[in-house]
């Protein structure tokens, strides 16, 4: 199947610094990705769709200036948490569809754990 | 109405035995339908995916969907501890190109 990484898998960051994360689709072009977050036992929230060369569109609730999302490429998005918080200590998990798939599924990168102290 | 039910289980099945899981949905213009399993403290992964009325196997996998009754479903066949996980159905409502998720089902299998 089709192969989606994160990186980094884990970070701690101490409260008002800024954190990135990356995600890429490894052997597939996505011109789409999708960023989740996701508390200890609670369903996944999207946060964000990625589309390739333009803004992201951000849900509801969801603070764009504290979520910077870029998708330069078919197959990098990043995600980058500005000013972080404690109550911003979640797993983060990007997803990536298959442009050349007519169902459209959608591939899981491995996730981010964020600590923030 | 939800636009996607899934009994949050637990659903507790003996080793090798069929698990059954379920999922209804509201949007009849939904076309295609996929399978997730995550793990605790792991992100989901693919099962199966689904777009013709019927039934699609895989391994010990098999997904029914019935667009009529607007149901979806994933057996698992001879169930192994290894498959105790949450299962999370999802599908594309309408027009959008974001996956609506259910909250999941949790499936033990037991000794």
């Known amino acids: 199947g089709a192969v989606v990484s994160q990186h980094p898998s884990r970070v701690i960051c101490k409260s008002g610094t800024s954190v990135k994360i990356e995600c890429r689709s490894l052997?597939?072009?996505?011109?789409?990705m999708f960023w989740y977050r996701q508390f200890p036992k609670q369903s996944l929230m999207l946060m964000a769709t990625s589309n390739e060369g333009s803004k992201a569109t951000y849900e509801q609730g969801v603070e764009k200036d504290k979520f910077l999302i870029n998708h330069a490429s078919l197959t990098l998005s990043t995600l980058t948490v500005t000013s972080a918080h404690p109550e911003d200590s979640s797993f983060y998990i990007c997803s990536a569809r298959d442009a050349g798939s007519p169902a459209g599924e959608q591939y899981f990168g491995p996730g981010t754990r964020l600590t923030v102290t | 109405q939800k636009e996607v039910e899934q009994n949050s289980g637990p659903l507790s099945v003996p080793e090798g035995a069929i698990a059954s899981l379920n999922c209804t949905y509201s949007?009849?213009?939904?076309?295609?339908f996929f399978w997730y399993r995550q793990y605790s403290g792991k992100s989901p992964e693919l099962i199966m995916f689904i777009y013709s009325n019927g039934d699609k196997e895989d391994g010990r996998f098999t997904a029914q969907l019935n667009k009529a009754s607007q149901y979806v479903s994933l057996l698992i066949r001879d169930s192994q501890p290894s498959d105790s996980a949450t299962y999370l159905c999802a599908f594309y409502t309408g027009t959008a190109s974001k996956l609506t998720f259910g909250t999941g089902t949790r499936l033990q299998v037991t000794l």
């Open positions: 949007d009849r213009g939904s076309q295609s």
């Open positions: 052997d597939f072009q996505a011109t789409t």
